[in-house]
């Protein structure tokens, strides 16, 4: 899983119907044709599209809206008055919102977790995005409005699962233990059984949602789940920061798969989840940025970097996480983690996601080693090109697929209307 990523310091790329077909110091003869269309790659430094791998997209509406407070505060007295009273135009337009910034920053591949799923789907359709889906279920409700939850979830994951040229997967997603009754979330597994998909929830991410779910199920959230037959199932957990030597191994031999997210669980003073030691034992992680309303951006590099700095920071250990590693989980890891094998990588038969930046930058010189740079040096704001599937989203910072003033304008005029009613 550590392994070194190949680098390439000077050479050419080809994509032919979406697919890498050669990459390498030479171009081979059959491309040497007048009709290809030729870009020049001088002064980029180009790698793999970044997957982030858990997020709740809509919510970039809420971006400031509440800072500084508990996850318990910040949820049950913050967020969720508003979000139960937003519909499809609130949702269609914060997800929007996050495309454009996941777009500007280089992440081409995004886990979303909420509800309207149809909204969101239809944007990452036609921004060109990749997308890993997922209507998260809450049920803590009536059993008629489980069950309706449940039947709206498994009717979306059937609709669009393999849509946009493959570019939309879906999972099943119910919100987290403590927010689903034991019997809801053994149904859920059945329903990710019967429609072979993964299942997504939050876990373990804070203290007190681990001494909460003691004192009410008499076992961690870890043991809970796998009782339930979660860890059964191909399964991605987001945070996952108070786990224990045990669980960690738990993880490792059912395959579990983490979703790593410093900036927010650090702005919800959550906590710093035991990366290396999921690392050592052979746990895939991969990096997340939740949503920007607990982040509060969508910058993938600032989660690698942060990734890399932080457990270096705690451990006393400056090997803890290399560059590499903190790489790889923003890329090929990522992709991994959604169970998607053929993104993550430049290399000829993957499909072409890729990214350039711009290799100008003051903070990139001198041009030494470009892993380095990228990690401890790049931020959202050096990309400059972005391709998904071999269309091009982005063109020499310029939005190819969304509309940035109307997605600016909409995201203010909610704003407006859910904060004061105008």
């Known amino acids: ?41 001088s002064n980029r430094v180009y790698l793999p599209g970044l997957v982030n791998t858990h997020g709740h997209a809509a919510m970039s509406l809420l971006r400031g809206y509440s800072d500084d407070v508990s996850l318990q505060v910040w949820l049950e007295e913050k967020m969720w008055p508003i979000e139960n009273a937003w519909g499809a135009e609130d949702i269609k337009w914060g997800t929007l919102l996050s495309i454009m910034e996941m777009i500007r920053g280089g992440t081409t591949t995004f886990v979303d977790m909420y509800s309207f799923m149809e909204e969101v789907a239809a944007v990452v359709d036609s921004s060109g995005m990749r997308g890993c889906l997922a209507r998260g279920v809450i049920g803590l409700c009536p059993p008629d409005i489980q069950t309706a939850k449940l039947d709206e979830a498994t009717a979306f994951a059937k609709a669009w699962h393999g849509k946009a040229n493959g570019r939309i997967t879906t999972m099943m997603s119910p919100h987290a233990p403590y927010t689903c009754p034991p019997d809801y979330i053994e149904r859920i597994v059945a329903a990710s059984k019967e429609l072979n998909l993964p299942i997504h929830i939050h876990l373990s991410e804070t203290a007190r949602e681990v001494q909460g ?14 009782e339930l037959g979660v860890f059964d199932r191909p399964t ?17 031999a059912k395959g579990v798969h983490v979703s790593h997210n410093p900036g927010s669980n650090l702005k919800l003073a959550s906590g710093i989840a035991p990366v290396p030691a999921m690392l050592k034992a052979g746990v895939r992680v991969s990096l997340g940025t939740d949503s920007s309303a607990s982040n509060n951006n969508l910058d993938l590099f600032e989660e690698m970097r942060l990734a890399a700095l932080l457990h270096k920071g705690v ?6 996480v290399p560059a590499t590693a903190a790489l790889r989980m923003g890329t090929i890891e990522g992709a991994k983690s959604i169970w998607i094998e053929d993104i993550g990588c430049l290399q000829p038969g993957m499909k072409a996601d890729f990214i350039a930046l711009d290799a100008n930058q003051a903070h990139f010189q001198p041009q030494s080693d470009w892993i380095s740079h990228i990690v401890y040096s790049a931020n959202a704001n050096d990309v400059t090109d972005v391709w998904v599937d071999g269309k091009q989203l982005m063109s020499n910072r310029v939005l190819l697929t969304v509309d940035e003033e109307r997605i600016r304008f909409e995201a203010n005029r909610l704003l407006r209307k859910f904060s004061t009613g105008a």
């Open 213 to 226: 779910h003691i004192n009410q199920y008499g076992k961690r959230p870890v043991a809970h789940l796998n």
């Open 315 to 320: 451990s006393g250990d400056p090997t803890a």
């Open 236 to 252: 991605l957990v987001a945070h996952a920061v108070h786990v224990t030597q045990e669980e960690i191994e738990l993880f490792a």
């Open 1 to 41: 899983m550590n392994e070194q990523l190949p680098v390439l310091k000077q050479g050419h790329m080809g994509v032919d119907s979406g697919i890498i077909s050669f990459i390498g110091t030479e171009i081979p003869a059959e491309w040497n044709d007048a009709s290809i269309e030729v870009k020049d790659g």
